[in-house]
């Protein structure tokens, strides 16, 4: 493996993962992908290698890299490769890869030069790496040849900048040293997508290919085409080297020795070469890891702060204490007790806001359900009078009664009076369901223990089933005690004298016309589509009216309905719909709402729809009764034709409904007064005081707080949920002391990028003649020519002895680590003149044993 760098951060890397993978999560690490972009032959796909350390890109001249190559390293114990497009085949010699590679561009471009964007996607498992996506772009070119199309220059940058324009990737613009760096389509490219610089670095290539005479040296030093990042020279194998198999360790041994002993390039040799290169995307890899760790440790940090009340539970926790289970099963009895007691009477705390329950929903039971019951029992006028007439006839017998029999009022008030039983009992019924739903709920807090539940469960539930039974019998005593004596000196009994004069109108008025009864949405269900389809409407029901507007603001009225005739039916729910439906409809077959013999008016659960009907009641909207036409016939018949049986009739109506009302008003009093005596509070009582001996004598203790496997599970689930956590926040604590980041450089003055045109060329033949403020310096084997006087300020004249051709010392960079730091003192440079030395003396070079030294004048540094 070339990649020294690398795997330093590979432990680094498989730390974090392996404390997120403890806990059941991915480490989003996202890390940059690296792309290189450069025109044709540029040397990238060899870059791309020699970061990898391996051998598998194909190479040539003129159009090599003809489809994107994305490609995945991905860190494993075994080292083996393998493409999207052959799953199931894997590749351990990477010359196969590399047939592989040519063969599928082949297949999808041809033979002969075509390009693709649709990329090649390959995958390298290996010890070696880190979790990394490098992209190979083919390279930019402006001539079409072979079957390539036209546009081929505009189809390359297209696709290049697919890749290059995301901001997580690190673009390496490739550029051959022969060739004027100021056009430079990757480095313009670039630009335009990372316009500040801070992802872009320019990496020269082929620099040992230059024509004898001419460096890169200012170029390499970020002076003469600036970029914030600024370049690094790269010397690749050539392809006679690729041909005859050279290695890659000996071609960056090749590549250390050119820097080390080329003269331009010496003093800052420690700044060259792929090793370098390597060590400056590693930095980047290591400064992206530590500006994603502040995220991943908030994550982490309010997942552990979530899991600490419940851990705390369990720090000390041990299964099998009897004294724990005894806590345990107290603490968890007297808690049912509580939930219960604020489920049925309310409580502040852990409000319900999404449904009813508990109290709430019987409450709606006593105070509107068995109030409409009752209603609807009681007003079914048409049959009521029948029986009047029936019962007075069948009192006189073969006489003509001459006054109004109190028997038959007797008799129809009783009949009256049983009726309440059905609705009554009902009652119970509803209230005994919502008791048990309630205990469900409570229970669910003991699903840690499933046999303490199911015990709990059965014991409130049989009790709630015997209470049932002593409740329904006090409510039919109260109704028997009803039936037992009709007491006609009742204050609110309207009497015989009353009764005659009293108004035979059906629909009484209203005490208060204007009083608000109810407000809410309602949506109009059968408008048809031509009109606009169902709507929404705002409805105000008043005591007098039923009104509808466009919102809740009541400012747009849309219809104002009188209440007079109306009533109410039931409409069965729609195969689609999943509204509920009721209608309101006139009794003289007049049409409500412009063409409509009925509203249809949804809402969203039948609970809606009860409780807006028991509104309407409280409105005088009654509920509508099925008749039968020939019954109807024959009472009005009968009235018809006895105008004094008619009046006696109307007589014993009005008494039996002043007296019903009575017994009405009384009753739906009493019910809930019962029900909440024999069976509410009695419950409540039960699991305060009894419950617990009941468990105790149902099954011993053990069995009872026995864990389920699934409570059990979550316990150690969480404890070591808990402790993964905090040992990957301990990790991350260590690895952001531990990492090192380097910071952004400063900006530089790019506008060349812009221009588009070099300020000089970048081949610098080597001349007496330097630019101000830089002295000369004698270049290759031999003596210069005599020096040109410098400025004033500067050192008038000095003789420099011959550079030696024997390179440097290898060790003298071996300190500097620091991608960005200053350049070490190479022995070849001079000492600066201090500034005690006045101007025009010429300053005597140091001795050195066997070695003549370069005396250069002050300068400044390369990266001040």
């Not at 991905?74 to 080292?79: A, C, L, N, Q």
């Not at 004027?180 to 997508?193: C, F, G, I, R, T």
């Not at 952004?744 to 970048?762: H, M």
Request: with cysteine; aromatic share 6%; charged share 25%.
């Amino acid at each position: 493996m070339g990649n020294r760098g690398m795997e330093d951060l590979i432990p680094l890397v498989n730390k974090l993962q392996d404390a997120f993978s403890s806990i059941g999560q991915s480490c989003h690490l996202d890390l940059p992908q690296i792309a290189v972009v450069g025109g044709q032959s540029a040397g990238k796909s060899s870059v791309l290698e020699n970061f990898v350390g391996r051998d598998f890109l194909p190479r040539g001249s003129g159009i090599v890299t003809r489809r994107p190559l994305i490609l995945q390293l991905i860190f494993s114990k075994t080292e083996y490769a393998e493409f999207l497009h052959c799953k199931s085949k894997k590749f351990t010699d990477f010359d196969e890869v590399r047939q592989e590679i040519e063969a599928e561009t082949d297949r999808v471009t041809g033979t002969n030069k075509g390009i693709s964007p649709i990329p090649i996607n390959l995958r390298v498992y290996s010890p070696h790496v880190l979790n990394l996506t490098l992209i190979d772009l083919p390279g930019i070119t402006k001539v079409p040849v072979g079957d390539q199309p036209q546009d081929i220059e505009y189809q390359i940058k297209d696709m290049i900048l697919q890749f290059i324009s995301r901001e997580s990737s690190l673009i390496l613009a490739v550029t051959p040293a022969n060739m004027d760096l100021a056009n430079s389509d990757a480095l313009k490219m670039a630009k335009e997508v990372d316009p500040q610089g801070l992802r872009t670095i320019g990496v020269i290539t082929k620099l040992d290919l230059m024509d004898e005479g001419t460096d890169a040296r200012d170029i390499l030093e970020n002076k003469l085409l600036p970029l914030r990042r600024g370049y690094i020279g790269v010397v690749n194998r050539s392809q006679k080297d690729i041909e005859g198999k050279k290695d890659i360790r000996a071609a960056l041994a090749a590549e250390r020795k050119f820097f080390l002993s080329h003269p331009a390039y010496r003093h800052m040799a420690d700044r060259m070469g792929t090793p370098h290169l390597q060590k400056v995307l590693n930095q980047q890899l290591t400064n992206h890891i530590r500006d994603t760790l502040p995220s991943l440790r908030s994550k982490l940090q309010s997942q552990l702060l979530s899991l600490e009340k419940e851990v705390e539970e369990y720090k000390n926790f041990r299964p099998d204490d009897p004294t724990r289970k005894t806590k345990a099963l107290l603490q968890m009895v007297q808690q049912f007790g509580v939930d219960f007691e604020k489920r049925i009477e309310g409580s502040g705390d852990q409000v319900d806001t999404l449904e009813l329950s508990g109290g709430a929903r019987i409450n709606r039971i006593f105070h509107e359900r068995f109030p409409f019951e009752l209603v609807k029992m009681e007003f079914d006028e048409k049959d009521l009078r029948r029986e009047i007439s029936y019962a007075i006839k069948n009192i006189h017998g073969i006489r003509t009664g001459l006054f109004t029999p109190d028997l038959a009022f007797e008799a129809i008030v009783k009949k009256q009076v049983v009726k309440l039983k059905e609705p009554c009992l009902k009652c119970v019924d509803l209230v005994i369901q919502e008791l048990i739903n309630t205990v469900r709920q409570c229970t669910s807090k003991l699903g840690s223990y499933p046999r303490l539940r199911e015990e709990t469960e059965r014991i409130v539930t049989t009790y709630i089933r015997e209470r049932e039974g002593k409740t329904k019998d006090q409510i039919l005593l109260l109704i028997d005690i009803e039936l037992s004596y009709i007491n006609t000196n009742h204050e609110d009994f309207i009497g015989f004298a009353n009764a005659q004069q009293r108004s035979t109108q059906l629909n009484k008025k209203r005490a208060i016309p204007n009083q608000v009864i109810r407000r809410g949405w309602l949506t109009i269900n059968n408008i048809s589509i031509m009109k606009g389809g169902s709507k929404e409407y705002w409805f105000v029901l008043t005591a007098e009216s039923l009104s509808w507007y466009k919102d809740e603001e009541e400012k747009e009225k849309k219809y104002m309905l009188p209440l007079d005739n109306l009533k109410i039916r039931d409409v069965e729910k729609g195969f689609m719909s999943n509204k509920h439906v009721f209608a309101i409809f006139n009794t003289e077959q007049r049409n409500v709402y412009k063409d409509l013999r009925q509203i249809e008016l949804a809402c969203d659960s039948q609970e809606d729809v009860d409780s807006w009907k028991a509104s309407f009641l409280r409105a005088g909207v009654y509920p509508e009764k099925d008749q039968v036409e020939n019954e109807e016939g024959a009472q009005e018949n009968t009235f018809s034709m006895d105008p004094q049986l008619e009046r006696q009739v109307e007589t014993i109506r009005n008494l039996v409904d002043s007296y019903v009302g009575i017994i009405n008003k009384s009753i739906r009093d009493l019910m809930p007064k019962t029900i909440m005596h024999l069976m509410i509070n009695n419950t409540k009582d039960f699991i305060h005081s009894e419950l617990l001996a009941y468990l105790y004598s149902s099954a011993d203790q053990s069995s009872l707080m026995e864990e389920s496997a699934d409570q059990a599970q979550r316990r150690d689930d969480m404890l070591r949920m808990y402790h993964a956590l905090k040992e990957a926040l301990h990790i991350i604590g260590d690895i952001s002391t531990s990492t090192i980041s380097t910071p952004v450089p400063p900006p530089v003055d790019d506008a060349w990028l812009q221009s588009g045109n070099s300020p000089t060329p970048q081949r610098r033949p080597t001349s007496t003649v330097l630019p101000p403020g830089r002295p000369p310096a004698v270049r290759g084997p031999t003596p210069g020519p005599p020096l040109i006087p410098a400025p004033a300020g500067s050192i008038s004249s000095f003789i420099a002895p011959p550079i030696p051709s024997r390179p440097g010392p290898q060790n003298v960079f071996a300190a500097n680590n620091d991608p960005f730091s200053a350049p070490p003192q190479i022995p070849s440079r001079p000492a600066r003149i201090p500034p005690g030395v006045p101007p025009g003396v010429p300053r005597r070079p140091p001795a050195a044993p066997n070695r003549p030294t370069i005396i250069r004048p002050a300068e400044p540094s390369l990266l001040d």
